[in-house]
């Protein structure tokens, strides 16, 4: 609000500052030399007064920003307040031993599943896995019978 005022007020010295100038003009035509200088000394000071409130202006524009800002900063914090607050409360509920005891009751049930599954499944021996490479080199030594290969020439292809 203020900043508007002073903007108000910038364009009421400004209007003033006009109509003393045109005056200053009217009163050197009339040879009033005196009251023309008197009139330019006090449009000069208005000049300052302008050039005070473009600078208490800024200064309040600044003000309005930093404010802003801080604002922002504060909905910044509370916002971390809130999410440490909310994780002590999930800390609270499940501790570190918590976790620990899951984990192990979980790695024990998937090695009880595995052993389960290798019963079921019948696994194999070692004596069972030997018999099975030992049938697998005879195949593979085993010859192959190839079919026979003819034994005339190929026939020229005619363009």
């Known amino acids: 609000q203020q900043r508007d005022k ?6 009421r010295i400004s209007l003033h500052l ?29 000049e300052q007064l302008l050039d005070k409130t473009e600078n208490q202006i800024s200064n309040l524009e600044r003000m309005v920003q930093d404010i802003e800002f801080t604002q922002i900063e504060m909905k910044v914090i509370e916002g971390l307040k ?8 999930m800390h609270q509920v499940m501790s570190i031993e918590e976790v620990e005891r899951i984990i192990g009751e979980t790695q024990d049930a998937v090695e009880y599943q595995r052993q389960i599954d290798e019963i079921l499944a019948g696994s194999l021996t070692e004596e069972d896995e030997d018999a099975i490479l030992e049938e697998l080199n005879a195949i593979t030594q085993e010859q192959i019978e190839l079919p026979e290969v003819p034994s005339e020439p190929l026939p020229e292809e005619v363009p």
């Open 82 to 89: 809130i999410g440490n607050e909310c994780l002590n409360k």
């Open 18 to 46: 006009e109509k003393e100038r045109a005056l200053a003009r009217q009163l050197l035509r009339e040879g009033k030399k005196e009251k023309a200088m008197l009139l330019l000394k006090k449009k000069r000071y208005q």
């Open 6 to 11: 002073l903007r108000q007020y910038q364009k």
